[in-house]
Each structure stands twice: as structure tokens, then as C-alpha cells.
């Protein structure tokens, strides 16, 4: 018997593990073969800590009434956003943690509330470092660092909390309440989207017509504030004392006194956790209990039945013919298969994919001149391919971290291997950008050809942009369901990265725009004919884009070669 609330193991663990990752990352930085990206890695956090200080220090300070209107609508987003990530991506564990981290969890004669301790501790450190980071940006509208740093970091530990209640009650569902759910989030939302929506007309409609430029952008800032100042302000009501502690302008006994209520408040809701995962726990086990002895019964009836039958169809064998479909060498195989695993996922893909392909058809509308409203939808399916769509279709390598080495034990040449992983969401994206394209040709009655050029640039674009993604995966494998500090940096350099890779594509595109001109210009005096300058930059982009594309496969195809599993896949 231990005198202790909680078995000392899982804190043991903790600690060896944060001793284990601080020593493989060190490890990992200090390989040959990464130390190219490593040092590319290091100039972004230089580049990203030098605009957070520029952004810190050269603002100017913000209203306590807008800084309480952008705190207020920033953690009701982040609450529903967990709310509706739990109703279109249901949990598989009510623990956010690697399948052999929480095999070797459960395996453990632990208690269910050591469990959740394990995992309040886990997340603890990553809680603190995000509110040290926001604390740092919001330095100059802070009165009271100290009080702002605690009620930072209790309404970050409660929508933890939250996300984690969540999980555990959208994972103990069956499925008819779980569907309920899913149904109840979306009324929400659309209730919700209404009301924003009502408000801003409202807001709009008796501020008068707007002029573009300042007046707008004022606007734009204002709202949250009168958003917070209307009806829909009330559903932040959870979060108002930590609010009043972010904003308090001095130390006193009062704000003492309400951070004391707060702290009390975060450990009530954490205790209450702890004891909604033990109840469900024992409703998910009651449940399968339940299934496997009905199970049990109908295979017993099944059997009797099938004993008291006769004729020749008792032992009849039926052999359905297998498809015979090309192997590539592999390449079928290892698509097809992520295909299926795609198809497993159709609706939260499909979901995933309306607010990008509105936003990208916006220019239809929006530009009177067609060919530049199809240079835009064009430019927009570019910027949100390159940023954000690699991270909706994940499946690539990135979703086989577990099965690296039975990958690399196959019969498969390392370039069938990647052209396999990657012909995937290529192929998604692909087609989800034809679709986009198509109804911009169509809404804006253009020539058919029009698309065509369109997507011989975006197909090169896409091997670009997901054997970019693979090829620093594989350099630097992670979890995807892994959060931590780790993560967090990896995030932060990685957006940062590919911004300033599009900043740069943009610029050698103009580039090249100029270029072309000058050439084409001096080709037509010499050759005495007229040669067009938009064909010239359009080859020669697709040209360039197909030989990065290839330079990017090659190098993912070596990385993949000389992948160690046994070495560089974390455990």
C-alpha cells in the first residue's frame, strides 16, 4: 500500500521518458545525414523569434475592452473546435498518447486515476510553455504579468481539460449517441454561424456603407468587441474569471482571491475528469461484455443450425476469383491501399475541403475580368496546396510510422515505394483541384484549354509539395496524434518554412515573368516572328515545377533507402 493519492510509477515514467526524448532529439540533431535540414531549421527559429520580438515590441498596446472581446471569441473557437474535432474525428483512445506509450499504460496495474494523472502530467509542461508564449506576446497589453500568467495558464490547463472530457465521453459513446452528438455539434455550428452572422449585418447595417481602406479594416477590428458586447458574449461566461485575471491591473487581494477560486475551480474539473474516465470505463467494459456474450450466443445458434443441414451444399467450397490488376512494381499495391484507407475517411475529407474550395472559388465572383479571376482560384488552390492540404491527406508515410519496417521488408524498390505513398493524396488533390478549376471554367464561360494549362501546373505542384512534406518527415519522423514542445517547435518551423518558401516561389516566378518577356521580345527581332510570351512563362514554370518535383522524389526516394527503423523511428 502506498501513502501517496497517486501510484509513483506513472511520474517515474514521465520522467524517464522526457530524459528519453531529450537525449534521442539531441541524437537525432547531431546525425550527418540531418544536418543540413537542422541548420535550415535553426535560421527559421532565428527568423520566427526575431518577428515575435518586432511583433512584441513595435505594436501598439490594445483596449482592455478589445483585448477581452479577442479573448472571449479566441477561447469559445478553441472550445468548439474541440467539439467538433470529437464529432467528425472520433477518438480511438480516451488517451491523446502514442499506441505503445498507452499499450504500456494499460498494461500496468494501474488505477484509472493514475491513468489521468499520467496524462494531466503529461500535458502540464506543454500548458505552461504555450502560456509562457502567449504571455510573451501579449506583454505590452498585460498590467499585471504575474495575475495574467496565472489566469493564462489555468484557462490553457482548462481547455485541456475540456478537450480531454471530451474525448473520454465521445469514446465511451455507442454509436447512436455518438450520431446524436455529431448532430447536436452541427446544429450548434450552424446555429451559431447564424447568429455571428446576424450580429455582423446588424453591426454593419447601422454603422451605414463602408468605404474601402481604413473603414473596413476598423470594422474588422471592432468586431469581436461588439460581438462580445452582444447577446452571444454570454457563452464565454466560463471563462470570465480567467479573463478578469488576464486583465487585472494590479496585485491585490481580491484578484488573490479569485485566482485562489480559479486554481480550485481547474482541480474540481479535474477531479470530476478523472472520475467521468473511471465511470466510462466501466460502462465501455459492461458494453463489450454485453456484445461478446450475445456474440458468443448467436455463434452457438449458428453452429446448431449448421449441424442439422443436409446436402451437398454442407460442404461446398466457393473460390471467388481474385481481380487481376497491373503491380507496377509495388506501386498499385501500396496506393491502393492508402486509397482504401482515404475511402474509410470520405466524409470528414469532404468536410475538410468545403470552406477551401468556397474560398477559392470567391474570385468567380468577386473579379469582373475572367482570365484574372482564374489566375486567382488558380493562385489560391496553389497557396492552400503548398500550406494546408498536406495536412488534411495524410496518408503517406506519414500515416505509417508503425510500419516502416515491415514497408522496408518488402520486395519494393525504394522509388516504387514513394511514387506508392505519395500517388495518394496526390491523386486527392488532384481531383479536388479539378473541381475547383472546372467550375471556374464553366462559371465564367472560358475555354476549355485554359484548364488544361491549369493543371499540367498543378499536378508537378502536388508531387512538389507532398514529397516535400514525406521527405522532411522521414528526416524527422513523429507521431501524428504526438503533442509536446517537440511538436509544437516542429509546427512553428515548418509553417514558417513554408512561407518563406512561397515568398520565394513567388519571387522567382515574377522573375521569370520578366524574364520571359525580355527573351521573347529579343527572340521575335531575331527570328523576324512573333512569339508569345505567356506561352514561354507558362512552359517554363511547368518545366521548372516538374524539375523540382523530380529533384524532391529522388531525394525522398535516398532518404527512404538509408531509413533506419530500428533507429529513427520514435518510440
Known amino acids: ?106 498494461a500496468m496495474p494501474l488505477l484509472p486515476r493514475d491513468l489521468m494523472a499520467y496524462q494531466f502530467a503529461s500535458v502540464m509542461v506543454t500548458t505552461v510553455f504555450k502560456a509562457g508564449l502567449l504571455a510573451l506576446l501579449l506583454l505590452p497589453d498585460l498590467r499585471c504579468v504575474p495575475l495574467a500568467l496565472a489566469g493564462l495558464v489555468l484557462v490553457m490547463l482548462t481547455l485541456e481539460i475540456l478537450r480531454m472530457a471530451i474525448d473520454i465521453a465521445t469514446w465511451g459513446m455507442n454509436r447512436s449517441a455518438f450520431l446524436t452528438y455529431r448532430a447536436a455539434v452541427l446544429a450548434g455550428l450552424v446555429a451559431g454561424g447564424a447568429a455571428v452572422g446576424a450580429v455582423v449585418v446588424h453591426e454593419f447595417a447601422l454603422g451605414g456603407p463602408l468605404n474601402l481602406g481604413e473603414e473596413i479594416v476598423q470594422s474588422l477590428r471592432e468586431m469581436p468587441v461588439r460581438i462580445n458586447n452582444s447577446a452571444i458574449g454570454y457563452v464565454a461566461l466560463p471563462f470570465w474569471p480567467f479573463i478578469d485575471l488576464i486583465l487585472a491591473d494590479a496585485l491585490t487581494a481580491p484578484k488573490l482571491g479569485l485566482a485562489a477560486a480559479a486554481m480550485t475551480t481547474v482541480t474540481a474539473l479535474a477531479a470530476a475528469v478523472i472520475g467521468l474516465y473511471t465511470a466510462t470505463v466501466r460502462m465501455v467494459i459492461n458494453r463489450e461484455r454485453r456484445n461478446y456474450s450475445t456474440d458468443i450466443a448467436a455463434h452457438k445458434l449458428s453452429t446448431n443450425s449448421d449441424q442439422h443441414q443436409l446436402g451437398p451444399a454442407h460442404n461446398a467450397e466457393f473460390r471467388l476469383p481474385l481481380r487481376r490488376f497491373p503491380r507496377w512494381g509495388g506501386v498499385s499495391a501500396l496506393a491502393g491501399r492508402q486509397l482504401v484507407g482515404a475511402r474509410r475517411h470520405w466524409g470528414s475529407l469532404i468536410t475538410a475541403m ?66 506508392g505513398q505519395m500517388l495518394a493524396p496526390v491523386l486527392l488533390a488532384t481531383l479536388f483541384q479539378c473541381g475547383v478549376l472546372a467550375f471556374a471554367i464553366i462559371a465564367r464561360s472560358l475555354p476549355l484549354p485554359h484548364f488544361f494549362v491549369a493543371m499540367l501546373a498543378m499536378i508537378p505542384l502536388n508531387v512538389l509539395v507532398f514529397g516535400l512534406d514525406n521527405l522532411i518527415y522521414l528526416l524527422y519522423p513523429y507521431r501524428m496524434q504526438q503533442e509536446g514542445l517537440e511538436i509544437f517547435v516542429r509546427t512553428t518551423l515548418t509553417f514558417t518554412g513554408k512561407g518563406l518558401l512561397f515568398v520565394v516561389g513567388l519571387a522567382v516566378a515574377a522573375g521569370w515573368g520578366l524574364a520571359a518577356t525580355a527573351l521573347t521580345r529579343g527572340l521575335s527581332e531575331w527570328g523576324g516572328s512573333p512569339i508569345s510570351a505567356f506561352a514561354v512563362f507558362v512552359g517554363g514554370s511547368i518545366a521548372g515545377l516538374a524539375l523540382m518535383a523530380t529533384i524532391v522524389l529522388y531525394a525522398l526516394c535516398r532518404t527512404y533507402r538509408n531509413l533506419d527503423p530500428l533507429a529513427d523511428i520514435p518510440r
Open 354 to 419: 468545403i470552406a477551401p474550395a468556397v474560398l477559392a472559388s470567391a474570385p468567380c465572383f468577386v473579379i469582373a475580368d475572367p482570365h484574372m479571376a482564374l489566375l486567382s482560384t488558380t493562385g489560391t488552390l496553389a497557396f492552400y496546396t503548398f500550406l494546408l492540404l498536406p495536412t488534411a491527406l495524410r496518408f503517406d508515410f506519414r500515416r505509417d510510422l508503425d510500419r516502416l519496417a515491415m514497408l522496408k521488408g518488402l520486395p519494393v524498390t525504394p522509388a516504387a515505394a514513394a511514387i
Open 1 to 106: 500500500m502506498t501513502t501517496t493519492i497517486f501510484h509513483p510509477a506513472p511520474v517515474h515514467l514521465l520522467w524517464l521518458q522526457s530524459r528519453g526524448r531529450r537525449r534521442r532529439m539531441w541524437a537525432g540533431f547531431c546525425q550527418t545525414r540531418r544536418l543540413a535540414l537542422t541548420a535550415i531549421a535553426c535560421v527559421l527559429a532565428v527568423v520566427w523569434l526575431g518577428n515575435t520580438v518586432m511583433t512584441i515590441w513595435l505594436r501598439e498596446a490594445a483596449t482592455p475592452e478589445a483585448l477581452r472581446g479577442l479573448l472571449s471569441l479566441g477561447l469559445v473557437l478553441y472550445s468548439g473546435w474541440h467539439f467538433t474535432k470529437a464529432a467528425f474525428f472520433r477518438p480511438e483512445s480516451p488517451f491523446d498518447l502514442p499506441p505503445a506509450e498507452r499499450d504500456l499504460l494499460v
